[in-house]
């Protein structure tokens, strides 16, 4: 078994969708890790404000099993792959860091390049992994956060789930 993070975001009825995610990926993987929900605005395209947070699960899955049980959570849930890469969607789950690859397997890349350049990966990931080290840099994610210095904004929300607040939108990491 390898710990391996997620990035789960949604644009379009966002509840309903991180909601279905973590439904699926309870059901898949068992316990979930799971970070505070935080709103933010689209980056590289005008779209409603997404929900985001990371997912650490636990899974004997390799890279490219885990990438197809992932794309089929984000088809079940009405992904539409025919529009612009940059584009609101119900759901979109990202492999982050798979245990501590550090290069391309299986045409996913390891770690994820987001990781470092968006606050709305960065932030929960240090979260809930925050004396992890990034595979490439050897930094902990609580130091990459405390060292973000991107002007992009995103903010906590109250956020429940199987009856229970999984965020709160004055508790979270500053």
Known sequence: MVRVYLSLGSNCERERYIRAALDALTARFGNLLISSVYESEAVGFSGDNFYNLVVGIDTALEVAELSAVL?????????????PRFSGRTLDIDILTYAELDHPVDGVQLPRDEIVHNAFV???????????????????????????????QLWPIDFEWQGQRISRADSAIK
């Open 71 to 83: 794309k089929q959570i984000e088809d079940d849930n009405g992904r539409d792959r025919s529009g």
């Open 122 to 152: 960065l932030r929960p990931l240090a979260e809930i992994a925050a004396d992890s080290c990034h595979p490439l840099s050897g930094e902990t994610y609580a130091d990459l956060w405390q060292g973000y210095d991107r002007p992009q």
